[in-house]
Structure formats: structure tokens, C-alpha cells
């Protein structure tokens, strides 16, 4: 059994893949396994892999027939892995020399659930500003923490991000991570969602400073790219894990010590989809309706906040106080379809003479979840005015419905 599984999951990463396999292959910690799981690649990243497959018995693959999300791909080769010790690699990175001998030889002397490593960066893009920024918030900083306050110095103190990549993980702690965290198809966000799982069960956790062990390749990933229409759509999903993460800690009698972790989540996520917003150069009454759908009326509040409509041209103001009309309209006929199934309950009720046999068959009422905080009705000479004097117009027009 090998003391260190290191998990690849790949998406049409063709040109990256030898890269990032070499330089777990050459390092000087050789009792290690490479788990590949291929999922639904069509750039020919299934070859690859099975040239290695073929000729070096320390590389292990599966293909996914479909593309199922890296979070499940993650997960089908935790099931499988034989290592005493975990690390995970993307792609388009990839570890530098004495990597795993520092690793290994870390969490063995710290016995620690966790240790987090140094890493460093090659740019793909020269904003320098952008770069320092992101480096800065990976910069190793000696700590510990230990039981619950673990999750807690993540997601509220940032004591340390949530990333994959820049730690080493014992193998029985992924497993039961694994093991216990809900299926769900996922592209982006994927370490904020398996890390969330980790990290609870973790019962100790160090950071160190190390040399760099890991090279991140910045500017690769969507995190640093400008997301068109149908990329946020994607981005929004992650929406989606809120509940699911909500429904763990609930059964696992965890929630209200947790709650606060919860929250900061949802808040960095929702201020994470303003910024995302922000990007956008040209918004469209689709992209709009996205956001409100996966993240309610609130988020538009943030994004009015944060930059102000004006900024954007005619169109795109349109767009959004259009989207916003019929947002409302459509919450006021499911609230009004609602009461009017209500009130036909209690007529078929006030009619039914006392003791009769009769059996009612109640109408069916919609599942469809209220909006909580979406906008109020914006008349439509407010939008004439936004189109064509903007200047007259204040962000305060725009108000929250009252909470039912």
C-alpha cells in the first residue's frame, strides 16, 4: 500500500496534463499513486492518460462517460485510493521538486489531521496588482487550530483559505468526508464544497512555512477570468450547496454552533457573484434573471451598491428594471394563485355539513419557493426615467418586499 495518493480530476486539460503528471513522477518520494479521473474529456486527455496507464504502474485512471463535476470526480478516486496520506493536484499546476518528501514527512512529524504548505505562482496574465493580491491571500502563515474552531478559522476568521491544492491530508479523514457529503454536480467552487466536509471532521490542522511545494498557475482557472452570460449561469450553481450543507449540519447536531460559518459563506458567495457581475460588460435580461434566480432579489440590492446602474448603457438598464418587473409579477401571481386555493379550501370546508362522510380532495398548491427580499413593482415611467434621464433617478427606488 502506497503512503501517498495524489487525485487529478481532468476536463479537456490536454496541454497542461503531461506537465502536471511529470512532476509527480520525478519526485525524489517515490511510494506514492496518481489517481486520474477523466471526467468527460473530448480533447483526447483520455489518451494520455492511458499512455501512462500503460507504462507506469504507479499511474492509476477511470473515464467518466458524461461529464459529472470535479466534486464527484474527487470523490470516486478518494474511494479508491490505497495511500495513507492525500494530496490533491489541478491540472493546469504542478508540484515542484521535494514536494511530497516535505509533505509526508511534515503531517508524520506533526501528527496532524492537515498541514498546510507554501506554494508559489507563474502568471498567465500581467496584472501584477491582481497577482499580488491573490498571492497574498495564500501566503503561509505559521498557525494551528484544533476541534471546531477549525471551520470556524477558515470561513469566518480566515486564518487560512479553503483550497485543496496547498495541503496534505490524511486519507481516513477524506474518506469520511467523502463519505458523509451530498452528491451534487458541480464545476465551479468545487474545493470551497469538499473542503467545507473535510474540515468538519478534521480535528487538527497546521499551517507551516515551507519551501514552495506547489506552483499554481495563475490566470488558468475561471476564478480569474471574465465570465460571459452562460459562464455565470454556471458560476450560480454553487448556490445550490447552501442547503445541502445546511442539511448536514443539521443532522449531524451541528448547526447552531455553526451558523456563523454558514452565513460567511453565503455572504462571500453572494459578494463574489456582485464582483462577477461586475465583469460582465454588457448585461442581459437572461444573466439578470440568474442572478435573482439562484440568489433572490437581495443580490441585485448589492450589485445597485456596489457600482451603480449607470455605469452601463441604455440597453443593459433596461434590461435589468425590465427583469425586475417581471420578477415581481410573476412572485404576485404565485402568492395571488395561493390565496385563491386557500380560500376555495375553506368554502368547500364551510360547506361541508357537520358529520358528513364527504372526503375533501384539497387543491394542489404550488411548491414553487416565495422570494424572499426581491424588488418591489418599478412603475413603468421609473423605467422611462432610468432610459432616459438617469441622472433624476436615486438607487433608494428600488426597496424590499416585506419579509411573509
Known amino acids: 500500500m502506497p503512503t501517498l495518493s495524489i487525485i487529478i480530476p481532468i476536463h479537456n486539460e490536454k496541454a497542461f496534463l503531461k506537465r502536471c503528471i511529470d512532476s509527480i513522477l520525478s519526485q525524489s518520494f517515490q511510494d506514492l499513486e496518481i489517481i486520474c479521473v477523466d471526467d468527460g474529456s473530448t480533447d483526447g486527455s483520455a489518451d494520455i492518460l492511458q499512455d501512462y496507464v500503460s507504462r507506469e504502474p504507479r499511474v492509476h485512471a477511470t473515464t467518466l462517460p458524461q461529464r459529472l463535476g470535479t466534486v464527484l470526480a474527487r470523490k470516486q ?223 441585485i440590492f448589492d450589485f445597485l451598491t456596489e457600482t451603480g446602474i449607470f455605469k452601463y448603457p441604455i440597453e443593459s438598464r433596461s434590461a435589468l428594471v425590465s427583469t425586475l418587473i417581471d420578477r415581481y409579477k410573476a412572485d404576485q401571481r404565485e402568492i395571488a394563485k395561493l390565496q385563491s386555493d386557500l380560500d376555495e379550501v375553506k368554502a368547500k370546508m364551510q360547506k361541508m355539513a357537520p358529520g358528513s362522510s364527504q372526503v375533501l380532495n384539497p387543491p394542489v398548491i404550488s411548491t414553487t419557493p416565495f422570494r424572499i427580499g426581491n424588488p418591489s413593482p418599478v412603475s413603468s415611467t421609473i423605467e422611462q426615467e432610468i432610459t432616459s434621464s438617469p441622472q433624476k433617478v436615486q438607487i433608494r427606488l428600488v426597496q424590499k418586499l416585506p419579509k411573509i
Open 77 to 299: 478516486a478518494l474511494l479508491y485510493a490505497q495511500g495513507e496520506y492525500i494530496l490533491f493536484a489541478d491540472t493546469d499546476d504542478w508540484l515542484l521538486p521535494g514536494a511530497c518528501e516535505t509533505a509526508v514527512k511534515l503531517i508524520k512529524e506533526s501528527n496532524v489531521d492537515i498541514i498546510q504548505f507554501s506554494v508559489d505562482f507563474e502568471a498567465e496574465q500581467k496584472d501584477a496588482e491582481s497577482l499580488n493580491r491573490f498571492i497574498r491571500l495564500f501566503r503561509s502563515r505559521e498557525m494551528e487550530s484544533r476541534g471546531t474552531n477549525i471551520l470556524y478559522d477558515c470561513f469566518v476568521n480566515h486564518r487560512f483559505m479553503h483550497n485543496l491544492w496547498n495541503k496534505i491530508y490524511r486519507a481516513e479523514l477524506c474518506r469520511k468526508a467523502v463519505n458523509a457529503m451530498p452528491n451534487i454536480r458541480l464545476h465551479h467552487y468545487t474545493d470551497l464544497y469538499l473542503s467545507f466536509f473535510i474540515l468538519f471532521f478534521a480535528e487538527s490542522f497546521r499551517c507551516v512555512n515551507t519551501k514552495p511545494c506547489y506552483r499554481y498557475h495563475f490566470g488558468g482557472g475561471v476564478s480569474t477570468k471574465m465570465p460571459d452570460g452562460e459562464q455565470f449561469r454556471n458560476l450560480c450553481e454553487v448556490s445550490k450547496t447552501l442547503p445541502l450543507m445546511e442539511k448536514f449540519l443539521r443532522a449531524q447536531n451541528a448547526y447552531e454552533t455553526n451558523v456563523s460559518v454558514l452565513d460567511a459563506i453565503r455572504s462571500s458567495l453572494r459578494q463574489d457573484m456582485v464582483n462577477k457581475l461586475l465583469t460582465i460588460p454588457n448585461l442581459t435580461r437572461e444573466t439578470i434573471s440568474n442572478a435573482i434566480e439562484y440568489w433572490g432579489g437581495d443580490i
